[in-house]
């Protein structure tokens, strides 16, 4: 089994990073106000793109 790269893990990192984030919604929404909704978003779909860039081999299905 393939060992994962470092962008798995900082896209993680981000993800965690972004939950701790909806723990603190109230503090963040008052900070940023309408657009904490939007820079959340952001900061998933960072979080998401670094750990897909880590897929591991290319296609496996047959055919």
Known sequence: MPS???LFWLGNTILGIALLL???TPAFF???GGGSMVAWMAIVSVGIYLITRDKGPDDTMPG
């Open 30 to 32: 008052w900070g940023f």
């Open 4 to 6: 994962k790269t470092t």
């Open 22 to 24: 909806l723990f603190f």
